[in-house]
């Protein structure tokens, strides 16, 4: 209480004075520790909200590295797939080696492997494990557990691996696997599974809990496969957790009511959930810590404030509570500053993750065309690094500018092809899309621009329209009738050949969904179960049917279809030709018909049922009614008809009496008309004249059918016809001959008995030949045998003599030792050689000969080639002239040229230029072929050696061989009735001639 200075105080203050006086240090006291307790408790609770930010910054940091680190997860499994999807199938080298580089254990905490499982439906896994065995022998791949699903996903890739029963493991057979494998599927996005028991894991692994990642592989719209990783939690987040100083968060993860990861703590102080979206999952984070998180010395400030003065400690108080409210305000700001750089950190590492990750080139320049930064994928389209380009124009990345002029004018987004130009002034076709960034107010801040390198693309599809036109020019060209379909059968496309045939404008329309409208009525239900069986079974299809032509005919055709299948082993399309082989088919017939009418005619005609026997013979494939007049009885011809409907117009064969009356003795064939025919149910037929070479007419034969006339109905007719009169004309002399046959007996009788004794003169004579041939033959073998079995010793014996001399601490051989055993071995071998040429020799005269044409041609140049190897390193001249075909054994007169060949070849060798001359020429009505060389020769008085067996005119270590080879030589020309000569000594040279004769007859034109 104040009193104006000069006047004592009021008798009222002094007394309230003199009262408070004695009490006021306890007052004073009391207030001070009644204001440093509250001041202790202000403290505190500094303290605590102290740990409470600095708690749920720690939250927020945690938060931001999970994301980054779950996405930088993401985007591992997604480059996996990406590389898979640009390079195909990829092969366990390269998937192995792509991993590895991915380093995972250093870069993706928790993600301790990657690998690869195809999507196989159940009914083709046999046939998966089958291909993954031939293509991968090296892993046998055992598909394991049994599963009645309707796909299996083995593990086929697993890198690193470690557990060994991890590779071939289906996935899908497991519930909850199968579940997140259905999940990615159906969205073809990255999918988690629930908590399971990781399979690869090592075997001093304690925690083998996780989930395991699954993202799909798309390949033309359909998944056929996942790329899949297990991801280990407690690996994971034990590497961020822990921030809190030396008391680290507690963290407890839950997904759908799962417990993923860790345990609540009780009575946390500091508490906080939040939730995150990672693999299509929604996951529960709660992250507590306990009461010491985070405190530091200034825990101690409440007892500090106790032990202060009093009065310092109220004014402390004060200042303190000041500084309260400032620091409440400064850490709410600084919370709300922590939340807003964390947002923009996140998004930042968004973007660059999304901006670099991408495959095609990113560029973003300001408004004014300057570019501020490109991503990664600059380098491989432009050859540019992304600090190259930084500040310079957008422009200079463009090949178009009067385009990038017109896209300038013009607001975006725009979507283009355009020119670009490369790092050294190289240009490729780009597509670019084109978007302008704006602000939040709207205002552009610049352009970025997404550049993909459609050079390959743009060569593939014309390469693919390059390939199109060419398989459309074979189909085209081909004389064959070709037609695809669907995998249901229904036709998509006829080649112009089709049209030619059926009638019709151009070939690639679609006329008809099949062909079975255009196959004969009689064929037709055939063709449609065959095809349809074919179908269904996916198994090629074949079979011969008859097609109806433009002009109403039908012909013969083969038609054959293979299934086209996918990469799945699903049938895509079908592809098929038909083949006209009615000619062929008709031919054949023909054949046919002539050998049985030869068989039936062969036995003689004695009455109408034998006539008519040939008839329906005739009727049976050739002709749909044939009738015969015998020139004695013209008035009652035998008739015969394929079909009974045509027996109706049997009487109607009195229009066409006059025309055979006047075609009876002219001996020329007459045609009748469609109008002529019709009335007998027909539409072409043929009267042909049964005349002999004098000109007697024995009758006429009329052949109709129900087609329109053909050039060879007639061919095949006039033979008919001939055959017919020669067994007719048979008819007519076997009664003569009937009558002659009495007075052959008779002769016949004095002739039996002499062919007899010939007969038995020829047998005993054959033999004795037989008997020849037999001791021969057996003298032949005994030889190969008893002479074989000394040569097998002495060289068995040889070898082990030269062996137990290079044995260590042997005596060794002398070189003239050596030598013995190397003139024993060449002597036992030459021998061996001289023993095989001897049996094939006396092969030679008895092997069966078989008569067909043989192309010298053919026969010379296969000889020469064989020959190759003698001609290395030596000049070789072959002059080989046009040869004749001749009739003959072909591998005995293969043996012929080339022994002579052979002989040419091997006495040329001292010359330095060798040359073999190889023609033919007539003469004398004889076909000579003549092998003329400039070797060494030979004396011409001993050339009637030349051709005896074991004969040689040139010493062994000159020239190697048998002397075998010309007596070989000789023997076949005889058995093929010609001649074979040598000369020597020719006026034109040096050398020798060789000149094998065969008579002309024996050629073939």
């Known amino acids: 209480m104040n009193t104006p200075p000069g006047q004592p105080p009021r008798r009222g203050a002094r007394l309230l004075h003199l009262l408070l006086l004695p009490a006021a240090p306890v007052y004073v006291l009391t207030l001070v520790l009644l204001l440093t307790a509250v001041l202790a408790a202000v403290v ?5 909200e102290q740990q409470q930010t600095r708690f749920e910054r720690e939250v927020v940091a945690y938060e931001r590295e999970l994301n980054q680190r779950l996405a930088s997860i993401s985007d591992a499994l997604n480059a996996t797939r990406s590389m898979w999807q640009a390079s195909g199938p990829v092969s366990r080298p390269t998937f192995e080696a792509f991993v590895a580089g991915l380093n995972l254990p250093q870069r993706y905490p928790g993600l301790s492997s990657v690998g690869y499982a195809p999507l196989v439906p159940a ?8 291909r993954q065995q031939a293509s991968d022998p090296a892993h046998p791949l055992q598909l394991h557990p049994a599963s009645i699903q309707p796909y299996v996903v083995p593990v086929v890739y697993i890198t690193p691996s470690v557990n060994a029963a991890t590779r071939g493991y289906d996935m899908y057979s497991e519930p909850v696997r199968r579940a997140a494998l259905e999940q990615a599927r159906i969205t073809r996005q990255l999918r988690a599974s629930g908590r399971v028991t990781l399979m690869n894991m090592a075997a001093g692994e304690q925690d083998r809990r996780g989930l395991l990642l699954y993202l799909p592989i798309v390949d033309r719209g359909t998944v056929s496969g996942y790329i899949y990783a297990p991801l ?8 961020i957790i822990g921030r809190g100083g030396t008391t680290p968060l507690s963290l407890h993860v839950q997904a759908n009511g799962q417990n993923l990861y860790g345990e609540p703590l009780p009575n946390a102080p500091f508490r906080l959930t939040d939730q995150l979206t990672f693999a299509g999952q929604v996951w529960d984070l709660t992250l507590s810590a306990p009461a010491g998180f985070g405190r530091d010395e200034a825990a101690n400030t409440p007892w500090l404030v106790l032990l202060a003065g009093f009065t310092v400690a109220l004014l402390a108080a004060m ?9 409440q305000q400064a850490e709410e700001v600084n919370g709300r500053l922590v939340a807003s750089r964390a947002e923009l950190e996140r998004s930042r590492a968004e973007f660059e993750a999304v901006f670099r990750s991408m495959q095609d080139t990113a560029v973003f320049a300001d408004p004014s065309g300057q570019v501020l930064f490109a991503n990664d994928a600059l380098e491989r389209s432009f050859g540019l690094r992304p600090h190259e380009i930084r500040g310079a124009p957008l422009a200079g990345l463009h090949g178009d500018d009067a385009l990038l002029a017109q896209l300038d004018r013009q607001p975006g987004p725009h979507t283009v092809t355009t020119l670009f130009r490369r790092r050294g002034g190289q240009t490729f076709y780009g597509e670019m899309q084109r978007n302008p960034v704006l602000s939040e107010r709207g205002d552009l801040l610049g352009q970025l621009e997404v550049i993909r390198d459609i050079s390959e693309r743009r060569r593939s599809a014309q390469a693919l329209r390059d390939s199109e036109q060419r398989y459309r020019g074979v189909l085209e060209s081909m004389p064959q009738i070709v037609w695809l379909t669907d995998a249901q059968g229904v036709i998509t496309l006829l080649n112009q050949r089709w049209a030619d ?19 004969h009525p009689a064929d037709r239900e055939r063709f449609q179960d065959t095809w349809r069986t074919a179908v269904q079974s996916e198994t090629p299809f074949e079979l011969e049917h008859r097609l109806r032509s433009a002009s109403g005919d039908y012909r013969t055709f083969v038609s054959r279809g293979l299934p086209v299948r996918g990469t799945q082993g699903r049938v895509l399309e079908w592809v098929g030709t038909s083949t006209d082989i009615d000619d062929q088919v008709y031919s054949e017939m023909a054949s046919r018909l002539l050998a049985d009418l030869g068989q039936a005619l062969s036995v003689r005609l004695t009455d109408e049922a034998d006539l008519r026997r040939v008839l329906t013979l005739l009727t049976s494939t050739y002709a749909d009614a044939a009738a015969l007049w015998l020139a004695e009885n013209m008035h009652e011809p035998v008739v015969q008809v394929r079909d009974a409907q045509l027996l109706e117009r049997v009487p109607a ?23 002529q025919m019709e009335p007998l149910g027909l539409l072409s037929g043929l009267l042909l004249p049964l005349t002999l070479q004098g000109g007697d007419s ?11 006339e053909r050039a060879r109905d007639l061919e095949v007719g006039q033979e008919l016809a001939s055959r017919l009169v020669t067994a007719l004309e048979n008819r007519r002399l076997y009664a003569s001959a009937e009558q002659a046959r009495a007075s052959v007996q008779e002769l016949n009788a004095t002739l039996e008995e002499r062919v007899r004794q010939r007969t038995d003169e020829l047998s005993s004579r054959s033999a004795e030949l037989g008997a020849a041939n037999r001791e021969l033959e057996a003298f032949s073998y005994s030889v190969s045998h008893d002479l074989r079995t000394p040569l097998r010793h002495i060289t068995g014996f040889a070898d082990l003599l030269r062996k137990e001399s290079e044995q260590p601490g042997g005596a060794g051989l002398s070189a003239k030792a050596q030598r013995y055993l190397n003139i024993i071995n060449e002597s036992a071998a030459r021998m061996n050689v001289l023993i095989d040429d001897l049996l094939e020799f006396s092969r030679t005269s008895r092997a069966e000969m078989r008569q067909v044409p043989v192309e010298l041609d053919s026969v010379v140049a296969m000889v020469v080639r064989e020959l190759a190897p003698d001609q290395q390193d030596r000049k070789v001249e072959w002059h080989i002239g046009p040869l004749p075909t001749v009739m003959g054994d072909p591998a005995l007169i293969r043996q012929v040229y080339s022994n002579l060949l052979s002989n040419a070849l091997k006495y040329t060798r001292p010359r330095e230029r060798a040359v073999i001359e190889v023609g033919a020429h007539t003469e004398s009505g004889e076909t000579i072929v003549s092998i003329r060389d400039n070797g060494v020769g030979f004396d011409p008085q001993y050339v009637d050696k030349l051709f005896g067996v074991f004969q040689r005119l040139h010493r062994a270590d000159e020239f190697e061989g048998t ?21 020597s000594d020719l006026p034109d040279g040096p050398g020798a001639r060789f000149s094998v004769v065969l008579p002309l007859a024996q050629v073939m034109a």
């Open 698 to 708: 024995l009758g006429v034969l009329a052949l109709g059918f129900q087609h329109a």
């Open 123 to 130: 009914e083709q896994k046999d046939a998966f494990v089958r």
């Open 963 to 983: 002397g075998i080879g010309l007596a070989n030589v000789r023997r076949i020309v005889a058995r093929h009735g010609g001649r074979v000569w040598a000369e």
């Open 653 to 675: 064969l009195s229009r066409i009496g006059p025309f055979v009356q006047q075609q009876l003795g002219t001996g020329t064939v007459q045609r009748f008309r469609r109008e």
């Open 501 to 519: 045939y059926v009638g019709g404008e151009g070939s690639g329309e679609q006329r008809t969904r099949s062909l079975a409208p255009y196959v």
């Open 44 to 48: 505190a609770r500094l303290v605590h």
């Open 319 to 327: 200042a303190n509570q000041s500084q309260v409210r400032a620091r």
């Open 232 to 239: 280990q939690l407690t690996h994971l987040l034990p590497t």
